[in-house]
Every structure is written in structure tokens, then in C-alpha cells.
């Protein structure tokens, strides 16, 4: 079984900066993992991706310069830091992957964190 699991998300004000972690357990191997976010009332939406074989990155226009993409203790675990944020930065935060288990390939995504920022 793949499974996804974020952390980190929280309550910061205008400014301040948030750590997200996400874990992908199971007997699997993850080559790209990404984040994505989706506030209320809006379609979900694309933050930043990073490559496992590579560790080339991309992000969005919207959080360049302020947010960064690692890997963290090799493969499969994925982190987000983001700095400066802004009160649009708000969210519901999910990590998705690119998964293989076997010989199969699966996208799963996480079940999200909250991130509140405060103006």
C-alpha cells in the first residue's frame, strides 16, 4: 500500500515562515514528488516538484524565491520550506507523488496540512 503523509502545516502571521514534510511509505520508490495547494473556493494548484534522480526542482511563479523544495533523508521523503509568506499562501497543502510498487506506477497524493497565514 502507498501512502502519503504530510506535516508541519500551521498558523503563522504575514512574513513568517512554515517547514512541510511528507513521507511516502510502503514498499514503494517515488521519482518525483511535488507539492500542491488549494484554498477555498479555488481549484487545486501547483507549488513546486522535485526530480529524485536528478534533484532538479520547479516552481511556481508565485513562490519563487521564497519557497524551497529538498530532499530529505534520500529517497521518498520531500520537504517544503517557505519563507516570506504571504496571506495567499494560505491553504490546504498536499504532497503527490509518482510512485512505483512492483511493477506498478501510482500518483497518490497525501491527506493535506493546513497553512494559515495571518496578515
Known amino acids: 500500500q502507498v501512502r502519503l503523509v504530510e506535516s508541519g502545516g500551521g498558523s503563522v502571521q504575514a512574513g513568517g515562515s512554515l517547514r512541510l514534510s511528507c513521507v511516502a511509505f510502503?514498499?514503494?520508490?517515488?521519482?518525483?514528488m511535488s507539492w500542491y495547494r488549494q484554498a477555498p473556493g479555488k481549484e487545486r494548484e501547483f507549488v513546486s516538484g522535485?526530480?529524485?534522480?536528478?534533484?532538479?526542482?520547479t516552481y511556481a511563479d508565485s513562490v519563487k524565491g521564497r519557497f524551497t523544495i529538498s530532499q530529505d533523508n534520500g529517497q521518498n521523503t520531500v520537504s517544503l520550506q517557505m519563507n516570506s509568506l504571504k496571506p495567499d499562501d494560505a491553504a490546504m497543502y498536499y504532497c503527490k507523488g509518482r510512485c512505483l510498487s512492483g511493477a506498478v506506477w501510482y500518483d497518490p497524493w497525501g491527506q493535506g496540512t493546513q497553512v494559515t497565514v495571518s496578515s
Open positions: 510502503g514498499d514503494i520508490y517515488c521519482s518525483y
Open positions: 522535485i526530480d529524485e534522480a536528478d534533484g532538479k526542482s
